[in-house]
């Protein structure tokens, strides 16, 4: 079991954060003699790490949770020019391995998705790959989502990311006949020889701990881990 996974997207607004509070709350309710650490290595903006500190008691710091973080809700290298910033690698490398150290599991959301820059000369793929992060690719179940899919999982093998498997990701309420139209599961698989290891439903009500880890428990952890 690697103790590390990336969450990554096939682009902003697939589910990455919802994917991670899924993983998280089902971590903390059902593996509870096991530490859990949530990490967001670079945020743009406000939204996700404060979502993880109202949702979840984790046992690190506010640093340690989000190690950069630039106002403007852009692309880091932008959102860091406009504050005359640098982005630091090594500041968000050395966390990684502290909290590496310290959890047994630790739920990385990356930003973006995976062919978004996080540097002029780095995307999240290079990242992922460079540092040897297994990955799960979240997909959108909507119009689209095939191509996606089989996009993105190129450019990880490009990077020879360690892919562990896609998350299909309901961002809108659809029936099971729409979600088979739009991401039939067999399709994918077979385009990208990637396991899909399940499908979240479209919640109402995002915040709800035990719902989360209820919906968490559909996934294939045994192939995520």
Same mark, same amino acid.
């Given at each position: 079991? $690697?103790?590390?996974?990336?969450?990554?997207?096939?682009?902003?607004? !697939? &589910?990455?954060?919802?994917?991670?509070?899924?993983?998280?709350?089902?971590?903390?309710?059902?593996?509870?003699? $096991?530490?859990?650490?949530?990490?967001?290595?670079?945020?743009?903006?406000?939204?996700?790490?404060?979502?993880?500190?109202?949702?979840?008691?984790? #046992?690190?710091?506010? #640093?340690?949770?989000?190690?950069?973080?630039?106002?403007?809700?852009?692309?880091?290298?932008?959102?860091?020019?406009?504050?005359?910033?640098? +982005?630091?690698?090594?500041?968000?490398?050395?966390?990684?391995?502290?909290?590496?150290?310290?959890?047994?599991?630790?739920?990385?959301?990356? %930003?973006? &998705?995976? @062919?978004?820059?996080?540097?002029?000369?780095?995307? *999240?793929?290079? %990242?992922?790959?460079?540092?040897?992060?297994?990955?799960?690719?979240?997909?959108?179940?909507?119009?689209?989502?095939?191509?996606? !899919?089989?996009?993105? *999982?190129?450019?990880?093998?490009?990077?020879? +990311?360690?892919?562990?498997? +896609?998350?299909?990701? =309901?961002?809108?309420?659809?029936?099971?006949?729409?979600?088979?139209?739009?991401?039939?599961? @067999?399709?994918?698989?077979?385009?990208?020889?990637?396991?899909?290891?399940? =499908?979240?439903?479209?919640?109402?009500?995002?915040?709800?701990?035990?719902?989360? !880890?209820?919906?968490?428990?559909?996934?294939?952890?045994?192939?995520?881990?």
């Amino acid at each position: 079991m $690697s103790n590390t996974l990336l969450i990554a997207g096939t682009d902003t607004g !697939a &589910g990455k954060t919802f994917v991670t509070t899924v993983l998280a709350a089902y971590w903390l309710k059902y593996r509870t003699q $096991s530490s859990l650490g949530i990490m967001k290595p670079i945020q743009s903006g406000e939204g996700d790490r404060e979502l993880y500190q109202k949702l979840f008691t984790l #046992e690190q710091s506010a #640093e340690e949770l989000n190690p950069l973080y630039f106002q403007a809700p852009l692309a880091p290298p932008i959102a860091a020019a406009k504050e005359n910033r640098s +982005i630091d690698l090594g500041l968000v490398w050395q966390t990684l391995l502290k909290l590496q150290k310290r959890k047994d599991l630790l739920l990385v959301e990356s %930003l973006g &998705g995976l @062919g978004s820059p996080i540097t002029d000369e780095l995307t *999240v793929a290079d %990242l992922a790959g460079e540092w040897r992060l297994a990955t799960i690719l979240v997909v959108p179940v909507r119009l689209g989502a095939i191509a996606q !899919a089989v996009a993105n *999982v190129a450019l990880a093998r490009q990077a020879k +990311i360690n892919l562990r498997g +896609i998350i299909l990701n =309901c961002t809108q309420p659809l029936t099971e006949e729409e979600i088979t139209d739009l991401t039939p599961s @067999g399709l994918i698989e077979s385009f990208t020889h990637i396991p899909i290891l399940g =499908c979240l439903p479209y919640l109402k009500e995002s915040t709800n701990l035990e719902q989360l !880890a209820e919906v968490g428990s559909n996934l294939d952890w045994e192939r995520l881990l």
